[in-house]
């Protein structure tokens, strides 16, 4: 490779020298490495001639010359014997030219003369001038060889000068599944006489040694050194930051998930898990996915305590606490499902040890669900989307049959019996403790609408949000910082039947409220209420044209600033229609699904909110039609009810009939249509608990229209936008940091300043580290602490934080380090600083000492 311009000026000043001295210079050049500079140079006052083979003519030529005459001899070769040399003579007398490749590459990369070996040893390197000047940029004037070398490797990898990020890079660069891949660093630095010194680098900083040094044989050191499970390895305390910071950053995180994925299969981690004694414990040890699996197995079958891998049953509160353990690892995001879905289940044992499921009165029932009952729905149901999420039949099936034993025999069966036995003596369909669903329009929507403070209104109407559906997602909205809504759950009492048509004509504004026995087909003051535009005329007739019922869809495909604008300005009642949960759950193939709509049905409903306040709308109301009843598995062949006798059965659904002349059958209840305050002289029939009538073609899963408690209570949420958001994060505070570090850990208290609080006071996650002040170097693996107490107690607040310190750290002592504490945010990669502390490390002299 040609020298750079400024090292050819120097060979051909160098030349002008020589023959100004001599009449003869020679130029020997083995490897043939100055031949562009030989034919480069242009001599003032000098022949150039090369020699090759043409000894005898050269020797001639010269001879015959005048004595003035100047020469260049160029000789591709090496120097040969002197009895071989026929131009020995005139070498003798003239001058031997040597171009010194070594001094001139130290001189172009910027180093001293003592670095020549160096530059000798890595010619290779050298060759580049754009090495040479990326090398020159990273030299500092105390480097040496060491730290030369070190950011030779670095400018050959194009990473910064660390061990530790050449290490990433190289694992990035191989597919440990690959028994044929070139070992990255020989192909990195090979070439270039550097691997020897890249494995030098790894050796001081891990203590890693071996005859033949490798990528695949240290990673089987690293991950041995770092892992809970299998032979202790050999490595310093470094390979712990490694793997931290390995697992950490965004970019080598692919990497460590092949390696550790290989890895387990190489060093039959799944076996040596399968035989580990109860007593084992991983800790906070994320080396492999597989114990991950294993905390998770483990964590279930102690839930259950059958004794296989689990041991006996575990309380709620070291579940939770397992759980909460492992909500750092690496892996706990892949594996989320499976932990969330064991704490709903958790938490449905819970509530259902203090649950008295027994119903005195038909107001007290009403009451003990809005209360909370209707919290053992919820848990139920998140349950199975977090189960049916997860994606792992086989593992969560145990679970899975238990929450649905537990659900169905130990709250739906007893809870619905025992309300259906009050029904059952009622002689109309009416509540003294909660508004009838006919009075939402008066209550929620003519009341504020007739306010001074309120120019308009968005009503969302959401098939079958049930009401603890509701509860969950007005939960999730005062509980998270941003949204810009404040949400209070109402609870209404459903219309009979409880199904779509009747329950969105109860909604609208009209005196009465009646159905067509022969098609179920509802009406308001003898109009049709079916379908979308027959809503929107009953609306307009209430508003004198200014109120508008739209579908979610098309409300949500309107362009904020045009057609949502205009619809905005022309209408004071704005209805919104949305559609998912009975859409999924009435149909026979998808009512499997319901779980599922219920959690998209949320983030359709999201969605709605944040286009109403697009729209600058400062309230907002969501309610339903009715609720549901529903159960993972199929239905218990026992709950099948026959339809009764009649004069006549005008329309049949699963939990309903409408027609005339009923005689109910045991464990089934008649209401005339006057006793459910409907227009109309026909009868309804229910069956009651969790009975079904036999309609071919539709799901059974999945059901509404009866007298249940998940049926008839509807929720109603009042929304008003929030004028300023007073959320914060709650603050910490370090306890007993000491100002020196003299062991090998440090050890600190963590206190949270003052409890959780929804929409006030929110969780605050850290990411500490000790770094060293003078270079940044991180000194022990980073810590994630969540502070997310409730707890008033001011003691309970308080977490014990231990870092240990890498071998790296014994570089630094006598020298200021920083304890860094950092703020982890939500879709953040990078955290951002949020306390520091500095401290001294100053180890005892006489640990410096071996023992006697």
């Known amino acids: 490779m040609p020298a750079s311009p400024a090292a050819t000026s120097r060979i051909h000043e160098s030349l002008d020298t020589a023959l100004a001295r001599k009449r003869v210079v020679f130029w020997y050049d083995p490897n043939s490495e100055w031949a562009s500079e030989f034919d480069d140079y242009q001599p003032a006052q000098a022949e150039k001639l090369r020699v090759e083979g043409n000894e005898f003519s050269v020797k001639v030529e010269i001879s015959r010359a005048a004595l003035d005459q100047r020469f260049l001899l160029y000789l591709p070769c090496p120097k040969p014997p002197e009895p071989d040399n026929w131009l020995l003579d005139l070498l003798l007398a003239g001058h031997e030219f040597t171009a010194d490749r070594a001094s001139l590459d130290i001189q172009e990369a910027g180093l001293t003369l003592e670095f020549k070996e160096l530059a000798q040893q890595h010619k290779a390197f050298f060759r580049s001038p754009v090495r040479n000047n990326k090398l020159k940029e990273l030299l500092r004037p105390n480097d040496d060889e060491a730290a030369v070398r070190l950011k030779m490797l670095a400018v050959l990898a194009k990473q910064q000068t660390d061990i530790d990020k050449l290490l990433l890079h190289a694992f990035s660069q191989l597919d440990p599944a690959n028994p044929d891949g070139d070992d990255p660093v020989e192909a990195l630095y090979g070439n270039h006489q550097l691997s020897s010194h890249f494995w030098k680098a790894v050796g001081e900083k891990f203590g890693y040694a071996s005859p033949e040094p490798n990528l695949r044989d240290f990673a089987v050191a690293l991950f041995n050194s770092v892992s809970s499970i299998g032979p202790a390895g050999e490595l310093l305390p470094h ?16 990497a460590f998930e092949q390696w550790s994925d290989h890895l387990a299969g190489v060093l039959r981690v799944e076996e040596q898990l399968n035989d580990a004694p109860e007593r084992y414990e991983p800790g906070d040890d994320d080396s492999y996915e597989l114990i991950e699996r294993f905390m998770l197995r483990r964590l279930l079958h102690r839930f259950q305590g059958d004794g296989v891998r689990g041991g006996a049953q575990a309380s709620d509160a070291e579940l939770l606490e397992g759980i909460r353990a492992r909500a750092t690892s690496c892996w706990f995001e892949k594996h989320q499902h499976g932990y969330r879905a064991l704490e709903q289940a958790i938490t449905f044992r819970g509530l259902l040890a203090k649950a008295d499921l027994q119903v005195p009165s038909f107001e007290q029932g009403l009451q003990s669900y809005c209360h909370g009952w209707w919290r053992l729905d919820q848990a139920y149901r998140r ?3 977090h189960a049916r999420t997860y994606q792992q039949p086989g593992l969560l099936k145990p679970l899975r049959d238990w929450l649905e034993a537990q659900y169905v025999n130990n709250v739906l069966l007893p809870l619905t019996n025992r309300w259906s036995d009050q029904v059952a003596g009622l002689t109309s369909w009416g509540s003294s403790s909660l508004p009838r669903q006919q009075e939402f329009h008066m209550r929620y929507v003519h009341a504020p609408l007739s306010s001074k403070g309120l120019k308009r209104l968005f009503v969302v109407i959401s098939d079958a949000l049930r009401y603890e559906a509701a509860r969950d997602f007005a939960d999730r909205l005062n509980s998270q910082a941003g949204k810009g809504w404040q949400a209070e759950v109402d609870a209404l009492l459903g219309v009979l039947p409880s199904y779509t048509q009747l329950g969105m004509a109860a909604l609208l504004p009209g005196a009465q409220l009646g159905l067509n026995p022969s098609d179920s087909n509802a009406l308001v003051d003898g109009q049709s209420a079916t379908g979308t535009d027959n809503r929107d005329k009953i609306l307009k007739a209430y508003a004198s044209g200014r109120a508008k019922a739209i579908k979610a869809e098309d409300f949500l495909s309107l362009a904020t600033s045009k057609e949502g604008a205009e619809l905005s300005k022309d209408h004071d009642l704005i209805v919104i229609y949305h559609n998912r949960i009975d859409r999924i759950g009435d149909k026979r193939e998808s009512e499997a699904e319901t779980c599922q709509a219920v959690e998209d049905s949320f983030d359709d409903l999201d969605k709605i909110l944040r286009k109403i306040a697009s729209l600058k709308g400062s309230q907002a109301v969501i309610t339903a039609d009715h609720g549901f009843l529903f159960q993972q598995e199929p239905v218990d062949a026992n709950d099948r009810a026959e339809f ?71 929720p109603v949420i009042r929304l008003k936008r929030e004028r300023k958001d007073d959320s914060r994060v709650v603050e910490a505070e370090l306890l007993r940091v000491p100002a020196k570090i003299t062991m090998g850990k440090l050890s600190f208290g963590l206190f949270q300043l003052e409890p959780v609080e929804p929409k006030k006071r929110l969780p605050l996650q850290l990411r500490i580290g000790l770094y060293a002040k003078a270079d940044g170097a991180l000194l022990c693996a980073h810590r ?53 502390v500095e401290l001294k490390l100053q180890r005892p002299f006489g640990s410096d000492f071996d023992d006697f």
């Open 239 to 254: 390979a712990r930051v490694f793997m931290s910071i390995w697992k950490d950053s965004l970019s080598a995180r692919p």
């Open 383 to 385: 349950c199975i989307v």
């Open 644 to 714: 009764p006798a009649a004069k006549e059965l005008s329309f049949k659904n699963r939990r309903f009939a409408l027609g005339t002349g009923i005689k109910a059958s045991a464990g089934q209840k008649v209401f005339t249509a006057d006793e459910l305050g409907l227009c109309g002289n026909w009868e309804a029939v229910f069956p009651l608990g969790l009975d079904r009538f036999p309609r071919s073609g539709s799901g059974s899963r999945f059901v509404h229209g009866g007298t249940s408690l998940q049926e008839v209570v509807v």
């Open 784 to 836: 994630t602490v969540l502070l997310d107490s409730a707890a008033s107690e001011a003691r309970e607040r308080e977490q014990q934080v231990v870092l240990e310190l890498s071998n790296a750290a014994d570089n630094y002592n006598n020298h200021t380090l920083e304890l860094r504490l950092e703020r982890q945010l939500d879709g953040v990669a990078t955290p951002v600083p949020y306390k520091t």
